[in-house]
């Protein structure tokens, strides 16, 4: 997929406030630090789309970016936020679970995974409701640039056997730099591919 044009749409504080538009929409989310502002950036091929911000867990409503006139992208607050307040903690959690679960327009999650850690616990739940919850979901491995070739295949079936302990199947992963354009064309065409088969 080519990306020609990449917008921001608008930030909502809340599903009900969500553009009044079916478009299908693809949302990002992963732990604070995973690098997801990056990634966006790469994928849209816009440095300046998605803020990058030295501070952690900066998102914190839900936002839109309009791609090609044709699908959102969807920028949603990490979780296991630095620094908040337990109050703040779970009004985004209520924000981020009101969207995932009433969102019609939702296709798929892409759930981002910092490739150099083990399997963390807060991600391994997430992945898990989103599974109890029927929801599309696949796993993006981020910061692959930082290991060797090997080690990161390797981190991703390490990844794969701690799944496999409590799922039958593994959902798609892909494996991204945001550094070096890593797995681009695989997530964009994999995005292109399912709005494809919702048009046929």
Not at 96 to 115: A, P, S
Not at 133 to 150: E, G, Q
Request: proline letters at 4%; hydrophobic letters at 40%.
């Amino acid at each position: 997929m080519q990306i020609k044009k990449a917008e921001f749409t608008l930030s909502a504080p809340m599903v009900s406030m969500c553009p009044k538009d079916v478009k299908p929409e693809y949302a990002f989310i992963g732990r604070s630090n995973v690098g997801k502002s990056s990634l966006i950036n790469m994928l849209t091929n816009n440095k300046k789309l998605a803020k990058t911000s030295a501070t952690p867990g900066k998102t914190l409503l839900i936002n839109h970016f309009i791609i090609n006139n044709e699908w959102y992208l969807v920028d949603l607050p990490g979780y296991g936020y630095a620094k908040r307040s337990k109050k703040e903690i779970q009004r985004l959690d209520q924000m981020i679970r009101g969207y995932i679960l009433q969102r019609e327009q939702l296709v798929n999650v892409f759930v981002l995974v910092d490739i150099r850690l083990e399997p963390q616990k807060i991600d391994l739940e997430f992945i898990g409701w989103l599974g109890q919850s029927s929801v599309p979901f696949s796993i993006v491995f981020t910061k692959a640039d930082k290991l060797s070739t090997a080690k990161a295949a390797a981190a991703v079936e390490a990844y794969k056997q701690t799944l496999l302990e409590t799922w039958e199947e593994l959902p798609p992963m892909f494996i991204t730099s945001a550094e070096k354009a890593v797995g681009r064309d695989d997530v964009l065409d994999y995005i292109e591919k399912i709005n494809k088969d919702m048009k046929d």
